[in-house]
């Protein structure tokens, strides 16, 4: 049983920062496309950002280009997401979600196998 679960939510200001974490129980973590996902009260799961199995390729929702970055360490079995200059429009349950490789329809979320639960993020103006 696949198993994702996230960490490093929390309560910060406009501008601050934050690095959420997700840890897999997956032996086959690197074959793994990854993905973060936001979804904010009332609203559908938005796309954030993804990385593809090795961590050579990555891509962004475009609001959030220039102040996310993703990343991935396959000997940990982690996958990463900082956040930088928030805004209170950032605030949302962020969710880890991963498939195998595939490279298309990114931010498609029913194209995704594994989620975790989430963490929550709660930024103030």
């Known amino acids: 049983q696949v198993q994702l679960v996230e960490s490093g939510g929390g309560l910060v200001q406009a501008g601050e920062s934050l690095r959420l974490s997700c840890a897999a129980s997956?032996?086959?973590?690197?074959?793994?496309?990854m993905a973060w996902f936001g979804q904010a009260p009332g609203k559908e799961r938005e796309y954030v950002a993804a990385?593809?199995?090795?961590?050579?390729?990555?891509d962004y929702a475009d609001s959030m280009k220039g102040r996310f970055t993703i990343s991935r360490d396959n000997a940990k079995n982690t996958v990463s997401l900082q956040m930088e200059n928030l805004k209170p429009e950032d605030t949302a349950l962020y969710y880890c979600?991963?498939?195998?490789?595939?490279?298309?329809?990114?931010?498609?979320?029913?194209?995704?196998?594994?989620w975790g639960q989430g963490t929550q993020v709660t930024v103030s103006s």
């Open positions: 979600a991963g498939r195998p490789r595939s490279w298309s329809s990114l931010g498609a979320a029913r194209m995704y196998d594994y």
């Open positions: 990385i593809n199995w090795s961590g050579g390729s990555t």
């Open positions: 997956i032996r086959t973590f690197s074959y793994l496309t």
